[in-house]
């Protein structure tokens, strides 16, 4: 099983601020590496695809970069609306495995 | 609009059994892989099971091999999980997700709770 080992566990920043999530995989997932954000009560929502692709409708923003093993999730200016946890997953290999999440919070 | 509208969970005993649906609506369902996903209250997410589009291949987290069965009709555009020999770790959120290994989970439901507990 793939072990997705997300960092750090919390994120206190302000608007306006930069945000950097990381998400490090126990073997190489190539690029097949999505995040998603969720907020209280709903569901989760899909953000970036195979390590750096936008989802349709997500704001330029948020950005996703790294191959392998090591991967980042960039969030340029925060928003209030972007304070949430953010989920690394990887589709590379059977069982299909997620971080633990990243809980970004206003400070 | 795509939408996956979960249903069918609630308060089961250990042992017990419980039948989760999902109706898919918005998007062509029968070339599309479909997951469950769970959240377990306070916690992250876990991946549960998956199917093909044809319905023929399926895939268990090793957690639920052998008690849940996940299967598909094409025709209504439904997602089924049958659920036994039910655990108390097994109450969460389940939600249905429109991707699997080939595609990520671009779409996903609103999640129906199963709560597992005597």
């Known amino acids: 099983e793939i072990v997705l080992t997300q960092s750090p566990a919390t994120l206190s920043l302000s608007p306006g601020e930069r945000a950097t999530l990381s998400c490090r995989a126990s073997?190489?997932?190539?690029?097949?590496l999505a995040w998603y954000q969720q907020k209280p009560g709903q569901a989760p929502r899909l953000l970036i695809y195979?390590?750096?692709n936008r989802a349709t409708g997500i704001p330029a923003r948020f950005s996703g970069s790294g191959s392998g093993t090591d991967f980042t999730l960039t969030i340029s200016s925060l928003e209030p609306e972007d304070f949430a946890v953010y989920y690394c997953q990887q589709r590379s290999n059977w069982p299909l495995t997620f971080g633990g999440g990243t809980k970004v919070e206003i400070k | 609009e795509v939408q996956l509208l979960e249903s069918g969970g609630g308060l089961v005993q250990p042992g017990g059994s419980l039948r989760l649906s999902c109706a898919a609506s918005g998007f062509t369902f029968s070339t599309s892989p479909m997951s469950w996903i769970r959240q377990a209250p306070g916690k992250g997410l876990q991946w549960v099971a998956s199917i093909g589009a044809n319905g023929i291949a399926t895939y268990y987290a090793d957690s639920v091999k052998g008690r849940f069965t996940f299967s598909r009709d094409n025709s209504e555009n439904t997602l089924s999980l049958q659920m036994n020999s039910l655990r108390d770790d097994d109450t969460a959120l389940y939600y249905c997700a429109k991707g699997a290994s080939t595609r990520p989970f671009d779409y996903w439901g609103q999640g129906t709770l199963v709560t597992v507990s005597s």
């Open positions: 073997q190489t997932v190539s690029n097949y």
């Open positions: 195979d390590a750096s």
